[in-house]
């Protein structure tokens, strides 16, 4: 028996990497596993181990007839049945890379705020989510792990997960109506030399934004400075992309700086979180402390 499949494998240079895209419907009645190995052309432990990593996405067929929409699958056991689609998005460098892991700073039950690394997806992709800060939330404080906001991959520093679908609502709504103070340290190029605070207001995206820096520290035999950073908004990059606008783009920052020469990576990060708690309305206020340019 056989199983209903399309398949966009994308042939590569490097033959050590194995990539798939393939789309399984499912069929009885052997085992769900090895009808997508089969489909992909990869062994059940592979997929098993995809799956984990949530390379794998399930379309679940309803009383109607109709496929939802798809979500990642955490487990084929007692989860999917006959009918159902499988789809897997499978990248074998993707799968093998490990995540650093993050420091919990201050846990709120039903929120948590965490210190990330640098390189570590907020999220997860369509490839996997092993890599992200959620997912690595969940396997080590043992909660249920929701994004409230993001920081840029290559950026570290404070990030606020929620518990619960009430306090995802809650905070996201704070961020929203910017009743939450974000600060930021940034080491940038060049001997800055602006009238503090400055403040840049350059629509970013065509949206509003408002970057505030309110201190600069010269770096010591370097021809740089650490700055102090606010945001009222938090627009995709949008740290980066004011700095950049005034000639001072972030150390190691190889989209808005793409013509330096590059020797670390982005020296931005988020130091410091302050809000009042949406459930006891006591002020929450999180500060890492100050760093010298890495």
Request: proline share 3%; hydrophobic share 40%; aromatic share 6%.
């Amino acid at each position: 028996m056989t199983s209903e499949k399309s398949s966009t494998n994308q042939p590569i240079a490097d033959a050590t990497t194995v990539i798939r895209q393939v789309e399984v419907t499912l069929t009885g009645p052997w085992s769900f596993v090895d009808q997508v190995a089969d489909a992909c052309e990869l062994t059940a432990q592979q997929i098993t181990d995809a799956t984990a990593k949530g390379a794998v996405w399930w379309q679940k067929l309803d009383a109607k007839k109709q496929h939802r929409n798809p979500v990642r699958l955490a487990s084929f056991d007692d989860t999917v049945n006959a009918g159902d689609k499988i789809l897997v998005n499978y990248n074998s460098d993707i799968l093998a890379q490990r995540a650093a892991t993050p420091v919990l700073i201050s846990d709120q039950v039903n929120y948590s705020i965490w210190n990330k690394p640098s390189g570590m997806f907020s999220q997860g992709t369509k490839w996997s989510d092993h890599c992200s800060v959620t997912y690595a939330v969940e396997r080590i404080h043992h909660k249920k792990a929701f994004l409230v906001h993001r920081l840029d991959r290559a950026a570290s520093g404070l990030i606020v997960i929620a518990h619960t679908k009430n306090a995802l609502t809650a905070l996201a709504d704070k961020f929203a109506r910017r009743q939450v103070e974000k600060t930021y340290q940034a080491a940038v190029a060049g001997n800055y030399s602006g009238t503090l605070p400055q403040v840049i207001e350059t629509p970013v995206d065509g949206k509003t934004a408002h970057t505030e820096i309110i201190a600069a520290v010269a770096q010591s035999g370097q021809s740089e400075t650490l700055l102090t950073v606010k945001i009222q908004t938090g627009r995709k990059h949008q740290i980066r992309s004011h700095l950049a606008s005034i000639g001072h783009p972030v150390v190691g920052d190889r989209l808005f700086d793409a013509g330096a020469v590059h020797q670390r990576d982005l020296q931005l990060r988020s130091v410091g979180l302050a809000f009042d708690c949406p459930f006891t309305e006591r002020s929450i206020r999180v500060e890492l402390p100050d760093v010298q340019a890495t």
